[in-house]
């Protein structure tokens, strides 16, 4: 019955199914996307948005309610947890930021301070571009002492 019927071959593209999924926008204008998060403008923080990716896709859409779409990403590997950022969010985040913090000096950890003298030393160590200069002490005689030990006090 099967040999029959003539079917037409498959076509050469896949279907056009678009994964639509609604998302409220984090505080700082991030939404999660299968264990990613990615920008939205500041505007729409708090807000509802709706997550568009059409299958087989490596972008994904995401639009207002009312259907305008706001950011085109890149989808990252799903679960890696990392922030994909687009730099005109990140720049009208940090104007927002910034206008609404009390004038004058930022708060320490908020200030980018380049790395002091003992942070460069401690680079090139690691990197091998200078000896260490501190002595290596063995720790044999601490290793000895575990080892006849038998209570935890």
Do not use: C
């Given at each position: ?5 003539r ?6 593209i ?10 409220t926008?984090?505080r ?5 996307w ?11 923080a708090?807000?509802?948005?709706e ?11 995401i639009?207002?309610a ?8 890149r989808v990252?590997?799903?679960g890696?947890?990392?922030?994909i ?11 927002i ?6 004038p004058?000096r ?17 680079a ?6 200078e000896?260490p200069?501190?002595t290596?002490?063995?720790?044999a ?12 006090r």
């Amino acid at each position: 019955m099967f040999a029959a019927e003539r079917l037409r071959p498959l076509p050469p593209i896949v279907f056009p199914v678009i994964i639509t999924e609604e998302r409220t926008a984090t505080r700082q204008a991030l939404i999660d996307w299968r264990g990613n998060r990615y920008s939205v403008p500041p505007e729409l923080a708090a807000a509802r948005v709706e997550v568009r990716q059409r299958l087989g896709a490596d972008m994904i859409d995401i639009a207002t309610a009312s259907g305008t779409v706001v950011a085109r990403h890149r989808v990252a590997e799903p679960g890696l947890g990392v922030a994909i950022r687009d730099t005109g969010h990140v720049t009208a985040v940090e104007a927002i930021a910034m206008a609404s913090a009390p004038p004058g000096r930022p708060h320490r950890r908020k200030e980018r301070i380049p790395p002091g003298a003992a942070a460069l030393r401690a680079a090139q160590v690691l990197t091998g571009t200078e000896q260490p200069t501190t002595t290596v002490i063995s720790l044999a005689a601490y290793e000895q002492a575990a080892k006849n030990r038998n209570t935890l006090r």
